[in-house]
Every structure is written in C-alpha cells, then in structure tokens.
C-alpha cells in the first residue's frame, strides 16, 4: 500500500478534520515548575503530572532535514503542514529563534503551484513564514502548503574534522533526516528505520510513538564506501489514519474514517481502503475543498475522479474515505473484542461509551476523548505494512 510520492515515499491519509489531535494535545499538568515534553517538573526536581491523554491522532506534520555540506552550518528542510480551522486563510510556519532561513519556496499541494508567502523576523530572533492559502479552508476541509527552506544553524551542525555532529530537539512529527553524500552513520540515538537514496545518501525516518519530541544527536563520519540504493521508501512520510469508531457491540458495526494523500498521477484515485476493508455507505470527500467526489467502479475495486488532475511530484490528492464496516467486531460473552488486521501508519480505536479497556496485544496508547470514551491509539514502527491486533473491554 505504500505509493511512491513528493520526496521520495508519500503516501496515505492527512487528518481527522472533525476530531481532536492525539498525544499531541497531552493537556497541562499543575502549573509552575518547568516545561519539558509530557509533562512539567516541579522546583525540587520531582515529575508532577500531564493531563490525560485526549487527543486521537499524532504525528501530523512531515519534516525532512537534508544536512548539506560540512562547513555550510546548513540543512535543507521540506516541511509538508496543515491546518484544519474553517475560514483560516493562511498557514504560519514559525521557527525558532537562532535558524537563520533562505532558498524559500512553498507550493500548494494540490495543484504543485507556487503560492505566496512572506517571510517575517521577529525582533526576538524567531522567523515566520506565512503562506497565503489559494481559498479559504472550507467547513470540513482542510488547507495545506508544502515548504521548501534552507536553515543555518551553527548550534545544531557541527563540524570536527572528517567527522560530523547534528544535535536538535525535533518536535513529535513524522521526520527524516538525511546525511551529505560521503558520510556514514556513527551513531544515532533515535530508533529508526534507515535506507539509503539513489543518490546514495543515507537516510534515516522515523517518528515518536508517542507523539513527545525528538531529541536527536547524530554522529557521522566521511567514508569511502559506495552505498546501494536500497529498495525502501520513508515509512514515516507516509501520512494515513485510520479511525475505527466502535458501536454497540451486539450491533457487529463500526464507522471508519480514513485520510491520507495519494501522489499517483492521473485523473483519478484508487480506493485501496477497500482492499481490506468491507464498507458500506461509502462517501469520499476531497479534503482540500470539502467536497464529495464521484466514485467509479474499476474492475473489482473503486477510483473517484480528482477535481484536480496529479501531473507532477509537488501535487498530492488529499481524500477522506468513510463508511461502516463489521468484520471482527462481536461481543463474546459479555466482552467487547475487536480482532482484526490493520493498515497503515496510523490506528485508533474509539469503544463505545461505558466499556473499559481490559487488553490490547498489540503496544498502544491509551487515553480518552472528550466525550469520556476510551480509545487504543496504535502507531507501527515497522516497515510491514499490516499488523493484527486484538482488543477486548468490558463494561
């Protein structure tokens, strides 16, 4: 199911328009102390709590950092961002202060096109690209631009002979981070899937499975050696969600709702959902305008028409598919279980309201919507594309 796409390896689903984002959102803890990712820490050293988990999905945002030559202090950023706030008619992308930014271009990713942008700096040393939306996000939709940027940041690459260091604190998103050409790893602190570009740059994807952020130190070295290319694609860029909202278990039923963006070009896109996923009620919405689109039968699966033809490597259709399925979902005995194969990057699992989570085989994050219903929230690390998963409750 992974497409080839915008740098390399994007593929699927964007956001939850309608819903809250996961571990992203960990509510604040008691206030005073100090800030740290997941949480604050009191004056005397001792963890005071964050709130409860609230949030559906993480990891929205994909970022990629290209570390150019050794000396330059400089790294190339293609930063893919979005925003789901009906009527917003502009995408701030802010950064840190110290991260000098130039080579800036941004494009809108539906049609590939240039949009405009202006590029502010604070008097505080932060910068602010603002790039204006070619329409207002739509109710239901979602606006978004794909950022190209250049930082310089001395702090951040360093240089000790033929050695080199990269250390910064990358918030909880999706991220890759690729070496200069000659360069080989040393070390890495962070797990993470690693391939190598036709280039034969190194590459290494990865994300927090939490959602907290990423603090990275990396540590290469100039090398001789000639890499292959080898055949994997950037799980991580790779942008489906799945959401699996539980109804009354005697019922068998459960509303999906999947997003991505799919980067095949054409006039049309295929509904791979359906390869694993019976669904019935189906509707597809294009996510950039809200609007629903006509589905067509191909064979023994299902394409809808693009109001946008893909024609080049900067455009991505962004759909949302929803339905009701009914597969591995019963109640056994009293007990809520969904058992069932899963796709993607990215799952959750809302249970229906009163039942308690009593197992889940799989690693998971656990949490509650706003709502009071408790949902699993899974996050595979692993280059297989599927996984099964078994969840039972009680109420």
């Not at 979602?142 to 250049?150: D, P």
Request: charge should be neutral; include cysteine; glycine fraction near 12%.
């Amino acid at each position: 199911m992974t497409r080839p796409s915008l740098f390399g390896g994007l593929a699927l689903l964007g956001v939850l328009v309608c819903g809250p984002v996961l571990l992203s959102g960990q509510g604040r803890g008691a206030q005073g102390g100090t800030a740290f990712p997941g949480g604050r820490m009191s004056d005397d050293g001792s963890l005071l709590p964050a709130g409860p988990s609230t949030g559906l999905f993480s990891q929205e945002a994909y970022t990629q950092y290209a570390l150019l030559e050794p000396g330059s202090e400089a790294f190339a950023i293609t930063y893919l961002l979005e925003s789901a706030r009906a009527g917003a008619t502009e995408i701030t992308n802010a950064t840190r202060a110290g991260s000098e930014g130039t080579d800036i271009s941004v494009f809108d990713p539906r049609t590939g096109q240039p949009v405009k942008f202006t590029y502010d700096v604070g008097a505080n040393g932060e910068h602010a690209i603002r790039a204006t939306l070619p329409f207002p996000v739509p109710e239901g939709g979602v606006g978004r631009v794909l950022i190209y940027k250049t930082y310089k940041d001395a702090r951040t690459y360093q240089v000790n002979g033929d050695n080199i260091v990269w250390v910064r604190s990358l918030s909880g998103y999706r991220l890759g981070v690729v070496l200069p050409k000659g360069y080989a790893f040393v070390s890495s602190n962070i797990a993470a899937q690693m391939s190598t570009l036709p280039d034969g740059r190194l590459k290494l994807a990865f994300a927090s499975p939490s959602g907290g952020a990423n603090n990275l130190t990396i540590h290469a070295k100039k090398t001789t050696a000639a890499f292959t290319p080898s055949p994997y694609t950037d799980m991580f860029f790779d942008d489906i969600k799945t959401l699996y909202d539980l109804g009354a278990p005697e019922t068998g039923k459960f509303n999906v709702e999947q997003t991505y963006s799919d980067p095949r070009k054409g006039t049309a896109a295929r509904l791979d959902v359906l390869d694993y996923l019976a669904l019935s009620d189906l509707k597809v919405v294009d996510l950039d305008t809200a609007k629903e689109l006509p589905q067509v039968k191909s064979g023994k699966g299902m394409t809808v028409t693009l109001g946008v033809p893909i024609t080049n490597d900067k455009q991505t259709a962004h759909l949302k598919v929803t339905g009701v399925g009914s597969d591995g979902y019963s109640l056994v005995k009293g007990e809520l279980v969904f058992d069932r194969e899963l796709h993607g990057l990215r799952n959750t699992i809302v249970l229906p309201a009163g039942y308690e989570v009593s197992a889940v085989s799989q690693s998971s994050t656990i949490g509650r919507t706003r709502e009071g219903r408790a949902f699993v929230a899974l996050i595979n690390l692993n280059a297989e594309n599927q996984y099964k998963v078994t969840i039972r409750a009680r109420k």
